[in-house]
């Protein structure tokens, strides 16, 4: 057993009111601007100081022989986790999924300052409860959930993890080409690119998809395996629309780019943050080895 303390880390992104002053230099001046648009920066200060406060509430529950640490999401990419942190996430669903592929192992503790704004799937230990729960999530006793997420590992070696779920396609979200293989079944698409999907993200983008085709794939949360869903595949002399989402429990669905340029891999809906994919270029797509350790109460 390590005898370094455990860390608890706190993980927030900017408020909308950061942003804003960010933007505009004082708050008179996003004041100015806000009303000119009919908007009111009461609104946004309110939800930045229940943000704060219930950070200051989270970190005043910390034993006080651990060691403490914060980060913004902007930073996670450049920020070291170490085997000994208890992550708490202050704010939004979305902030879970943006750490979660950071992590290994280390339990995740969710805190949401606002209960009446976001819908707290992920970030739902009441605040009550976060001092008794700090040890027991060090100590593995308290309530936990190991999600399932979805990886994606490229013929180069370069490697992305999602909670939610990965997309590939052109950036543009219009027509990718690609050759999709699942099993022994192959075939060549033209389609607004694919999604690979863990339970978790399976109330989101790929439920919509769902709705949409009628292509019902149940995945639980923790269940190890993922689901593939192509978005509009188009049929041609040279493509089909046959291989059009299935369930991947310990196998891969490999794709193969057709596309000159333009093809891009990104997770849990951050764009800016891809791998090209461009002509030639293969991915394997599947469940994850590694979970998130999610503390649920």
Known sequence: ????????????????????????????QAKFFLETR??????????????????????????????????????????????????????????VANVAKYLDGQP?????????????????????????????????????????????????????????????????HQSARYRITCGDRAEDHSSSGLIVASGTGATGWARSIMEATQASLPLGNEEPAVAFFVREPFPSIATGTNLRAGKLAGAQLAVTSRMNEGGVIFADGIEQDFLAFDWGRSVLLGPAAQTLHLITS
């Open 108 to 172: 995740v503790l969710g805190l949401n300052p606002a209960p009446d704004l976001y819908d707290g799937v992920l970030v739902r230990v009441p605040l009550a409860r976060l001092k008794p729960l700090l040890p027991a999530s060090v100590a593995g006793a308290a309530p936990a959930e190991r999600r399932t997420m979805v990886e994606a590992r490229l013929d180069s070696g370069e490697r992305l993890l999602a909670l939610n779920e990965i997309f590939v396609g052109h950036h543009s």
């Open 38 to 95: 009919g908007q009111d920066i009461d609104l946004l200060e309110d939800r930045h100081r229940r943000l704060y406060t219930t950070l200051q509430a989270g970190r005043a529950a910390v034993p006080s022989d651990w060691r403490q640490a914060a980060v913004k999401r902007a930073d996670l990419d450049r920020f070291v986790f170490g085997p000994e942190d208890v992550i708490i996430v202050v704010g939004q669903d979305g902030l």
């Open 1 to 28: 057993m390590s005898s370094i303390s455990p860390r608890a880390v706190f993980v927030t992104r900017e408020t909308d009111y950061e942003l804003l002053l960010a933007r505009h230099a004082t708050r008179g």
